[in-house]
């Protein structure tokens, strides 16, 4: 466990803008703060922890070309997402680099690659965009659109952490 939660430590301290020797303007800033709670709420062992940073009508397109002969577009309702995460058991991990930050009065996006782990293994990565809106409590996940590409991808789409030697892509 304690490497995972180290893994867990890594992937917010790697929440960054694009510009790094730029100061980020607060509303940049609380954006990037939005993400990287969210991020963390996918790690976290309570799996309702999700629920508190995202819209519940927002819906999540997952861009999938795992199987890169056949790539397909799955459209997720948020609400049905969160009754499934619920009652996994796993342990997750998400780690995205945030790459660019938009902000136009009450909403915003963040772009950037991430890798995906789930119980110690990596499963994925892939360039997440992530629409959100400021609410009352702050910034939520309005909807989310990302790539689900194989792991000897990540070096090419620019995850931080790669190349691996260890990476290899496994039949999904």
Avoid: Q
């Amino acid at each position: 466990m304690r490497g995972f939660d180290l893994l867990a430590g890594l992937s917010l301290a790697l929440a960054a803008p694009a510009s790094a020797g730029e100061p980020m303007s607060d509303e940049k800033l609380a954006v990037a703060e939005a993400v990287t709670a969210f991020m963390g709420a996918i790690g976290s062992d309570t799996k309702t922890d999700l629920a508190d940073h995202m819209v519940p009508e927002a819906v999540i397109f997952v861009h999938s070309r795992m199987d890169p002969a056949n790539p397909r577009i799955d459209v997720i309702p948020v609400a049905d997402h969160l009754d499934r995460w619920a009652t996994r058991t796993a342990r997750y991990l998400e780690e995205m680099t945030i790459s660019t930050i938009l902000v136009d009065g009450d909403m915003a996006v963040a772009w950037g690659p991430y890798a995906f782990w789930a119980d110690y293994k990596l499963s994925h990565c892939g360039i997440n965009s992530l629409s959100l809106v400021r609410r009352d409590s702050g910034w939520k996940i309005a909807n989310t659109s990302f790539t689900m590409e194989l792991p000897s991808k990540c070096e090419e789409l620019g995850v931080p952490g790669f190349p691996a030697e260890s990476v290899r892509d496994e039949t999904p």
